[in-house]
């Protein structure tokens, strides 16, 4: 069963501060791995997609990277500002017909002053 | 501005009354997918529409309809609504549901069966 599975479920940090975020999958085949960013009762917004051959893509002070191999990627945070407050969640597609997309359950993301 | 719009954002209504939520994109995208998110799971697919007049089950099907008659439609419908059909709901797009296309996803439904 195709499963993606992210750590650390929460996390407080403060403001200016990095952050690293976890996600680990079992999805095959693999087509490409996504990460969004969730406000509360809003829809995802993405942030970076990556492809098999892609080890690192940034997005602003969002930098993802994959390592196909492990099957693992890490969302990395620089600076973090309070509008950084969010679910962050790790997305992989198989490519196969209707793009089947499984979804982790997100890390939830806080930044206090 | 390029979005996919969901109505409505909120609603309640009771076991057993027929209900649609409408969604509409206006990138002029082939690929459209309905999700529901709950607590502690990631979002779910209830079903998915590669282009008009095709779509197909995701993983969780039941006790919903769709239809895709026009390319910017996609309404989700409820014939008999169940209490365990409480959840938030989105619709997305994409350029094309065949390759590494982003999805654009709509603000959100949050439906409460009585």
């Known amino acids: 069963k195709n499963q993606v599975e992210q750590s650390p479920q929460s996390l407080i940090i403060l403001e200016g501060k990095n952050c690293t975020l976890q996600?680990?999958?079992?999805?095959?085949?693999?087509?490409?791995l996504r990460w969004y960013k969730q406000d509360t009762g809003r829809g995802p917004v993405s942030l970076t997609i990556?492809?098999?051959?892609?080890n690192t893509k940034s997005n602003g002070r969002y930098t993802a990277t994959l390592d196909a191999d492990t099957k693992q990627s890490s969302l990395h945070i620089t600076a973090s500002q309070l509008s950084d407050s969010a679910s962050y969640i790790c997305?992989?597609?198989?490519?196969?017909?209707?793009?089947?997309?499984?979804f982790g359950t997100g890390t939830q993301l806080k930044v206090e002053l | 501005e390029a979005q996919v719009t969901q109505n409505p954002r909120y609603l309640i209504t009771v076991t057993g009354k027929k209900l649609t939520v409408t969604c509409s994109q206006n990138?002029?995208?082939?690929?459209m997918s309905w999700y529901r998110q709950d607590p502690g799971l990631g979002l779910r697919q209830i079903y998915y529409?590669?282009?008009?007049?095709?779509?197909d089950k995701g993983d969780v099907p039941e006790g919903y309809k769709v239809s895709r008659k026009e390319k910017r439609n996609f309404p989700l419908i409820l014939e008999s609504p169940s209490p365990n059909q409480t959840s938030l709901y989105f619709c997305?797009?994409?350029?094309?549901?065949?390759?590494?296309?982003?999805?654009?996803f709509g603000s959100g439904t949050r439906l409460t069966v009585v």
């Open positions: 529409s590669m282009n008009v007049e095709v779509t």
């Open positions: 997305a797009s994409s350029l094309s549901g065949l390759f590494n296309y982003g999805y654009t």
């Open positions: 997305v992989v597609s198989d490519g196969g017909g209707g793009n089947k997309l499984t």
């Open positions: 990556m492809t098999f051959s892609e």
């Open positions: 990138m002029n995208h082939e690929y």
């Open positions: 996600c680990n999958y079992t999805v095959s085949p693999f087509s490409n």
